[in-house]
């Protein structure tokens, strides 16, 4: 108990708090699609948090979140120049700037790491390294912890996190409506009296203070996947915000624990004589729940896409085949495709009861009241798209051949 005390207690806090403050402020970004952003800003505020250090001579936190929101500050407005004078789309402008900035930045820190009097390690801040957060001075017991004593000689990173998460729980708990109108709709926001610039302004500067305090802790690198990753596996899950919030906390949170635990346990398993990079495994892990996620999500997922997509398929050959049966039905001698029907499509309406097995097939009462159905809406759509789209009849009507499988027109949001 005392090992992990001293070793593991401190750096598990420190990732659970900066996976906990990235994934709630990642949703915003998200639904904002600006997640380009928080990456942004996560390479930006590099060059702001060293000329700080420089300045200040030390890692004292207020000069270090002073640099970094004048850097945030800097990178908004760079991109919006950008956007402006050159004319050119969101993403190139970021792109632009947060490359530049970051370039800027590990040259200014590679100069910083050999000045006197600042510890600032370059492969620290860019990669992270949470197990360096001992706590020596750890009590010997858990009982201990208890305390409020105990606590007073842990590392100094701890505490940060500790506040900014609570602020930013604080911060999404008590403006979550303008956060919520401001992401979704923000011409809606500044109607409602919200200013969506001013929404958007305090977000960047959360994201940069965030940035600021994970450095130390987890990098530069861990940070941006754990301002997006959460919130991108969270979206795949629900469309309820207050829902997705929760699930992206948990997932970062439970992320950030299971990481740690591979990089400390996985290598003896494979006999390796080290651990590996906590930072790294915690990326990795990340990573896995979301290719994870993107593929078993029940609505969202890859494989709930694919059989939605078969399973339209197949209703769409049996509708065909229905309607086709429909047409014909008083003159089977016509020229028609169930001369040679989908067989696989004429096997499941046998099993529905909707076709009998006579050569050629001949609707049943219930396949022909389906049926009906499949032309009703064959022609309130060629009604529609006449109607609306000033199609010619004979236009719409191979159009409304496409579109009979859909709801009714009249159940879809009116465009006139």
């Known amino acids: 108990m005392k090992q992990f005390l001293v070793l593991d207690l401190v750096p598990l806090l420190a990732l659970a708090l900066s996976a906990l403050t990235c994934a709630l402020l990642g949703n915003f970004l998200v639904l904002r699609r ?8 996560s390479h930006a505020v590099l060059p702001g948090l060293v000329v700080a250090v420089i300045l200040t001579g030390s890692l004292a936190p207020w000069g270090v979140f002073l640099g970094a929101a004048c850097a945030a500050a800097v990178t908004a407005l760079s991109i ?41 390690d370059p492969s620290c801040v860019l990669y992270g390294q949470p197990e360096y957060l001992a706590w020596y001075s750890a009590p010997e017991r858990a009982g201990e912890l208890l305390s409020p004593s105990a606590w007073a000689s842990a590392p100094t990173p701890l505490f940060t996190l500790l506040g900014v998460a609570t602020g930013t729980t604080l911060l999404i708990a008590v403006f979550f409506k303008e956060l919520r109108i401001a992401a979704f709709d923000p011409a809606l926001a ?48 629900t469309d309820r915000l207050s829902v997705q919030l929760w699930l992206s906390a948990g997932t970062g949170v439970g992320s950030a624990l299971l990481g740690y635990g591979v990089a400390a ?17 915690v990326t990795v892990t990340l990573a896995a729940g979301f290719v994870v996620t993107a593929l078993v999500a029940p609505t969202h997922g890859v494989i709930a896409r694919v059989v ?36 696989r499509a004429l096997d499941r309406a046998r099993s529905r009861g909707w076709v009998t ?21 064959h022609r309130e759509w060629q009604d529609e798209l ?30 006139e």
């Not at 600006?34 to 800003?41: E, F, R, T």
């Not at 402006?84 to 910083?112: H, I, K, N, Y």
């Not at 346990?265 to 495994?281: I, K, Q």
């Open 34 to 41: 600006q997640a380009l952003m928080g990456d942004a800003i």
């Open 80 to 120: 919006e120049l950008i956007k402006r004078l050159g004319r050119v789309e969101p993403g190139a402008a970021m792109g632009v700037v947060f490359s530049v900035l970051f370039a800027l930045g590990v040259l200014m820190l590679e100069q910083a790491h050999g000045l006197a009097n600042i510890d600032l």
């Open 190 to 237: 500044t109607t409602q009296g919200v200013h969506a610039g001013g929404v958007h302004a305090a977000l960047m500067l959360a994201v940069a203070i965030a940035t600021v305090a994970a450095f130390e802790a987890v990098g530069s690198i861990l940070v941006i996947a754990m301002l997006i990753t959460p919130a991108a596996t969270a979206r795949l899950l």
């Open 265 to 281: 346990n996985a290598p003896r398993l494979f006999g390796l004589p080290d651990a590996l990079n906590a930072a790294g495994a």
């Open 308 to 343: 939605r997509t078969r399973r339209l398929a197949r209703r769409v050959a049996m509708e065909d085949l229905l309607a086709d049966l429909y047409r014909h039905r008083d003159d089977p001698s016509r020229p028609s495709e169930i001369q040679r029907p989908d067989q």
């Open 357 to 377: 097995r006579d050569i050629p097939p001949r609707l049943t009462e219930s396949g022909l009241r389906y049926a009906e159905s499949v032309m009703r809406r």
């Open 386 to 415: 006449v109607r609306r789209a000033g199609l010619d009849p004979e236009h719409a009507h191979l159009r409304a051949h496409q579109l009979e499988h859909l709801p009714d027109p009249s159940t879809l949001p009116c465009t």
